[in-house]
């Protein structure tokens, strides 16, 4: 790749245009498949801000490619109340791999939930009975949008069920995702998530609240459970009364996810009652899905792998299209601003 002389800044808007959701899931799949191969280099850490929430710091680069990422993600939950603002907010840093110049800054709460949806669908053709038909969705936020479009990808859905604390945006997600998909998708309030979750295939959880949404009495034999918030969003025995449970790594999330925090702690769990992490199952270490009344939870807060092959195409494609605009810069002032 040339020197960089510029960087090329990508708003939510451009980065829209350069990706379906089909070919984000394909592309995850091929990261994924690096990543379980070795092929992908990462890492990312949580930084406390005080009381107010953290920022994550998160980077990759997979073997061979033109491009690497840092991608910042910051989650301040009391955003909405406080400042009307945001709970969360995304932007990545592309760098070319030969000189480590920055060559993109791209707005990235959009790619975010492709990112996630994808990553999960993946995961979801290898743990999910392949003949699901119906999905429930806690959280009728982007990234639950993101999830019941990514899905439709690799299963033939015909109903979706999706519940959110507030009620109105649980209608409009419904609304506008059956004119979407072409199949009902009903919201279900709260107090009637049993109903939801015994009828469900598969089930998301993909929420920014603290509380147990799902219970193990309620999962049928063949259920699909995608455990995927910052905080508490299924009972304990969840995870310890299923046949299979599932992380992307358990470095990151059995810190993090409070209910494994819980569990470690009371010496109710550890690595070893783990099925797997999810790259061994993809590269045939572990297995997936070994028979259809199999209960399988997947726990997942990223890996590097599905984003080091999304966003270079991003940035590729925006080339191609023409998209964003460009922050002039000289390289000496690249450097100089570097060093200060």
Known sequence: ???????????????????????AVDLAEKGIRADAA???????????????????????????????????????PGNPERFGCPT???????????????VCLMEAGWVTGLKTGASTTVAAASLACPDSEIVTIFGAGMLGRMHLRALTCR????????????????????????RELGFPVEPVS???????????????????GDQPLVERAWLRPGTFVARLGSYQEVATDVITGVDKVVVDNWH?????????????????LSFEDIHAEWPDIVAGR????????EIIVYIALG??????????EVYRRALALGLGRRLSQTNQRIGESANR
Do not use: C, N
């Not at 999330?253 to 010496?267: A, H, M, N, W, Y």
């Open 88 to 102: 969360t907010s995304s932007v990545v840093l592309l760098f070319d791999a030969e000189t480590g110049l920055p």
């Open 252 to 268: 990151y999330v059995s810190p993090r996810i409070p209910e494994l925090k819980t569990l470690v702690r009371e010496g109710r």
């Open 303 to 312: 890996i590097w792998g599905e984003y080091a092959a999304i966003l270079p």
């Open 286 to 293: 572990k297995a997936g899905r070994e028979s259809p009344d």
């Open 1 to 23: 790749m040339p020197v960089p002389d510029s960087i090329l800044y990508l708003t939510e808007s451009d980065v829209q245009q350069t990706l379906t959701v089909a070919e």
């Open 38 to 76: 070795g092929q992908v280099a990462g890492d990312k850490f949580y930084m406390p801000v005080g009381d107010a929430g953290f920022i994550k710091p998160f980077s990759g680069h997979l073997a061979g490619e033109d491009l690497a990422f840092v991608k910042t993600f910051s989650f301040f």
């Open 190 to 208: 709260l107090e009637e998530r049993e109903r939801a979750v015994r009828w469900a295939d598969v089930v998301v959880t993909v929420t920014t």
């Open 155 to 178: 299963f033939r859905l015909r109903r979706a069920y999706v519940l959110d604390i507030l009620p109105q945006a649980a209608k409009r997600f419904a609304v506008e995702m059956w």
